[in-house]
């Protein structure tokens, strides 16, 4: 199992906090770089919020919290670097010079990582002096909490990177997902993608509103893709004869014109309006920082849940209590 002692975090908005708060809480030294005057402040904001998520996460013993560090230079940052996060907005050409400033500072193996949700890790490392240690490690938010995190190689990429960046995230208590084929937006959130195109639709046409399209989230098919996914969802609805039943069934309505997923609506001052009033009286009542609280907090228990059945994420979360244990136990 790889273990890394110090990380580097270029960029710390949402993203990059997370990532500070997942690695400390692991025990690892993470050295900052954001240009944003107000930095640290929204950084510990985060960390406020993962401190107590991880007093309720686990069973087993929590690592010292590793140190932070803001720096004043990409290459302050990243010069003694195990592992470098890249999590700068989604510009190219603001990645790829933050790629030119850590590789004139870095050493020539260690892994860079970027957090995009995107872009093509071909287009991100094709200047690179030394592109095959650079990959893709997108998460989700919340980064301390949401255990997946995707894998995507460039053509530059070696084998090695990627099985390297295996083992480094699985410590961190993730479930690493290794895409197979470099696509724009890789997998999640393509799919995320799909949904959302389809609910600004429900909204726009007076189908539904935020609240409505939420709660036919939550209180339906939501419950099902976090313990199950898509496929097996799908499996089980097929009842005994499986797949093969469900797909002969509901295949045909694939051709059906219920959705509008080939459309984007425009993004109008009217229908933006429509959506943040909309959002504002459902949720507005409740400041983002709590509203992240409640999230945690629903997390957790969703993922104690699926511990205890030693299924999906929660299989995740009891294997790291297991090594969390086997540390605690180690002389030293």
């Not at 919290?65 to 990243?78: D, K, L, N, P, Q």
């Not at 004869?241 to 609506?265: I, S, Y």
Request: aromatic share 6%; net charge negative.
């Amino acid at each position: 199992m790889a273990v890394i002692a110090r990380a580097a975090i270029v960029g710390g908005g949402v993203i990059g906090a997370g990532w500070i708060a997942r690695l400390v809480e692991n025990g690892i030294d993470v050295y900052v770089y954001d240009p944003d005057p107000d930095a640290i402040r929204k950084v510990e904001a985060v960390l406020e919020n993962s401190r107590h998520a991880y007093a309720k996460l686990t069973n087993g013993p929590r690592h010292r919290e590793g140190h932070i560090r803001f720096c004043e230079t990409v290459s302050a940052a990243v010069s003694s670097a195990e592992l470098i996060v890249e999590s700068v907005p989604e510009r190219l050409d603001l990645k790829r010079s933050v790629y030119a400033e850590i590789e004139a500072a870095s050493g020539e193996d260690v892994l860079i990582a970027s957090s995009t949700s995107g872009i093509m890790p071909s287009d991100l490392q094709s200047d690179m002096a030394h592109p095959e240690r650079f990959l893709v490690a997108h998460p989700f938010n919340p980064v301390y909490l949401l255990p997946l995190v995707e894998l995507v190689a460039g053509r530059a990429t070696s084998p090695g990177s990627i099985e390297l960046a295996r083992e480094i995230y699985h410590s961190l208590g993730m479930h690493p997902l290794i895409v197979k084929k470099e696509i724009e937006a890789f997998i999640a959130d393509r799919l995320l993608e799909a949904v959302w195109r389809e609910a600004l639709w429900l909204v726009k046409d007076g189908v539904a509103t935020t609240q409505d399209v939420d709660d036919a989230v939550r209180y339906g098919f939501g419950l099902r893709w976090a313990q199950m996914g898509v496929f097996d969802t799908y499996r089980v609805a097929g009842g005994e004869p499986g797949m093969r039943h469900f797909l002969a069934q509901f295949g045909p309505c694939l051709k059906w014109p219920w959705t509008k997923l080939m459309d984007v609506p425009d993004l109008d001052d009217e229908l933006v309006e429509l959506i943040a009033s909309q959002s504002d009286e459902q949720s507005g009542h409740l400041g983002i920082r709590e509203m992240e609280r409640i999230r945690d907090d629903n997390l957790i228990a969703i993922l104690h849940g699926l511990r205890d059945n030693d299924w999906g994420a929660g299989r995740t979360l009891g294997e790291h209590e297991e090594r969390l244990l086997e540390l605690s136990k180690a002389p030293g």
